[in-house]
């Protein structure tokens, strides 16, 4: 099946750029939290792998509620969401924690962006589908602060 482009002469919908920009940080946490995962070594290394596993599993069970909020609001969710992870530098589990803690921050960032749309417009639900992740990110920055601290 293929989808046909937007007719560029119809309006976007509301809040589309904030949307898909809290997406694809999503996307990014997850991935960078997962690739954090796998790539986990050193003295500490059994800690960070379930700590990062804990961190991609939260930010992917979030995901699709944002995606049908989005799509409920008529928004079409381009693939490209999808190949934006970045990409991440390590030297062990420590830098690890240090570079998924910027994405996280990142995901934040464009949260409260969609955060401030949805409420200009009174988008109760969408708030408190924002809400709920916001909440989680805090946990994530909680967690990844601790040990980035302790070390």
């Not at 119809?10 to 946490?29: G, H, K, R, S, V």
């Amino acid at each position: 099946m293929r989808i046909l482009p937007r007719n560029p002469f119809l309006p976007l919908p509301a809040m589309e750029t904030e949307f898909i920009d809290a997406l694809t940080a999503q996307y990014n946490l997850a991935g960078a939290a997962q690739l954090a995962h796998w790539n986990s070594v050193g003295e500490n290394f059994y800690s960070f792998h379930l700590l990062f596993m804990r961190i991609y599993e939260m930010v992917e069970e979030k995901i699709d509620t944002l995606a049908e909020q989005a799509r409920g609001k008529g928004i079409e969710i381009p693939a490209k969401i999808f190949n934006s992870v970045p990409e991440i530098e390590w030297d062990d589990c420590s830098e690890l924690a240090k570079e998924v803690l910027k994405v996280c921050e990142e995901l934040c960032e464009a949260l409260d962006k969609l955060h401030k749309k949805a409420d200009e417009k009174a988008e109760y639900g969408v708030l408190n589908v924002i809400e709920d992740i916001l909440s989680d990110c805090n946990t994530v920055k909680y967690l990844l602060s601790s040990v980035i601290n302790k070390i």
